[in-house]
């Protein structure tokens, strides 16, 4: 037998790493450099051949030694860079060094937080975190997850073992398309969307709705809509919540990355009032994906994940004082991304995730402003958070469409695309706090060059 290839972990783990790391960062280095812009052109076609082509047989009978190389070099020349600043498209935003440096360290340890004897170290350091950021949004704890879509449907799910199998969950129109699907998944009644002509929850029309619809009543607001950043009324929806008895449930995956900000957290007022809150730090945190979370108000409600298996958490264990982590999650083997959240925050602190909270904010403001008083351009509405909705004047959906397609295609530019108030609009998420207002020029003489006349 021959000698089995170098581990990440252990004593010699840095050792084997170091040369590896030469090489993908090498890699990166070359695919984005081919690559030269937010995303490669040719579209899916040429993408495709060129992946399969560095691929070639992925399992071969021998392996290739330069395999790694090969791969990240086509990966990254053909990525979507959230980190360029004509990449704008969606809630995907480029990661810090320091957390990407973290979650590194997080793969090479690769701690499992089913069971305390797999993550010591990691398990304490989420019980400190995850208690951290509840305290932002005025809960007792909260549970690490995927992103928005696993908080959301956590969420219906202690509601619905809180409170019973008819709970009546009800929506605005404007809300993320995982929380009607929750209701799916966990078999419960068809949800009731309350209209949102706003661009966010109508609050009279929830009272009529909490009125007329028998209970138990799960109420979901937004704040952060993932299509124009609104944010719902939250105090006057949390008064209509206590007003019927109804449990809330606030999805801030977007939105609570203002809780960093002294200037943007008032925006949040009444998040405080929810029984359970999404956030999702890999978009306004600025994390490798995944780093969500759901906070919880009640403690008592996380008694519907207790789990038992006796090779994970044995009462005799539980009982000599081992942490019991199968209750914090509804999976089971999790990696351990609180390390990357808990460096960002110890890193940057407060001030320094606020900066970068304001700096986007103030970006998005920027690119209104040029659109507002640029002559081909339609502005939808001031944005709220950094999220900016445009369109060429005097044009057909299907142009803007097929406009959107060919910034695609060509690789220029990644914009995304929303309904509002009838019509198709050009979305750009303002997410890099590197983007200057050049690039916003850029990006809007892009727009108006590939706009058909």
């Known amino acids: 037998m021959g000698t089995p290839p170098p581990l990440a972990s252990g004593p010699h783990g840095p050792d084997a790493l170091r040369p590896l790391l030469d090489t ?12 030269g812009g937010p995303l490669p052109a040719g579209g899916p076609d040429t993408v ?15 392996g290739d030694p330069d395999a790694l190389r090969t791969l990240v070099t086509a990966l990254a020349h053909g990525a979507a860079d959230p980190a360029h600043p004509l990449c704008t498209a969606h809630l995907h935003g480029p990661p810090l060094a320091v957390a990407t440096a973290a979650d590194l360290a997080a793969s090479a340890l690769n701690p499992s937080l089913d069971s305390w004897d797999q993550a010591p170290a990691a398990s304490t350091l989420e019980t400190l975190v995850t208690r951290a950021l509840a305290r932002e949004t005025g809960a007792a704890d909260a549970l690490i997850t995927t992103g928005g879509t696993e908080s959301n449907q ?32 966990l078999g419960l009644p068809e949800p009731v969307v309350v209209p949102a002509p706003a661009g966010t929850l109508d609050p009279a029309a929830l009272d009529e709705a909490l009125t ?8 979901v607001a937004t704040a952060g809509t993932t299509d124009a950043g609104l944010i719902d009324p939250l105090p006057e929806i949390a008064d209509r919540c206590t007003a019927h008895g109804a449990r809330l449930h606030i999805d801030a995956a977007y939105g609570a990355g203002l809780l960093f900000s ?11 009032a929810a029984h359970t809150v999404t956030l999702d730090l890999h978009k306004l945190g600025w994390q490798p994906i995944a780093a969500g979370l759901l906070t919880v108000k009640n403690p008592d409600d996380l008694t519907a994940l207790h789990h038992h298996t006796h090779y994970l958490n044995a009462d005799d264990d539980t009982h000599a004082g ?8 509804p999976r089971t083997s999790r990696r351990p991304d609180i390390l990357k959240i808990a460096a960002t925050l110890k ?12 700096d986007v904010c103030t970006l998005a403001q920027k690119l209104a402003t040029l659109i507002h008083h640029h002559p081909r351009f339609e502005l939808h509405a001031p944005p709220t958070i950094s999220t900016v909705l445009f369109r060429p004047t005097h044009t057909t959906d299907d142009t803007v ?12 530019a990644v914009l995304g695309r929303a309904h509002a108030d009838g019509r198709l609009w050009l979305k750009a998420t303002l997410l890099n706090p590197h983007t200057t207002p050049d690039d916003l020029t850029t990006l809007l003489t892009l727009v108006e060059r590939h706009t058909p006349r």
């Open 347 to 358: 890193t940057l602190g407060r001030t320094g995730l606020g900066t970068l909270v304001d």
């Open 401 to 412: 469409a097929a406009l959107r397609r060919t910034l695609l295609t060509t690789g220029a």
């Open 262 to 272: 002294t200037q943007h957290r008032p925006k949040l007022a009444g998040l405080e």
């Open 48 to 62: 495709t051949a060129r992946m399969t082509d560095a691929a070639g047989d992925i399992l071969p009978d021998h």
């Open 322 to 329: 081992i942490p019991d982590l199968l209750g914090r999650s």
């Open 154 to 185: 956590l969420a219906t799910l202690l509601a619905r073992e809180t409170h019973g199998p008819g709970l009546r969950l009800i929506h605005g129109a404007n809300a993320h398309h995982s929380v009607p699907r929750a209701t799916w998944l």
């Open 24 to 35: 993908v960062l090498d890699a990166l280095h070359a695919g984005t450099t081919a690559r």
């Open 212 to 219: 007329q619809i028998p209970g138990p009543h799960l109420v």
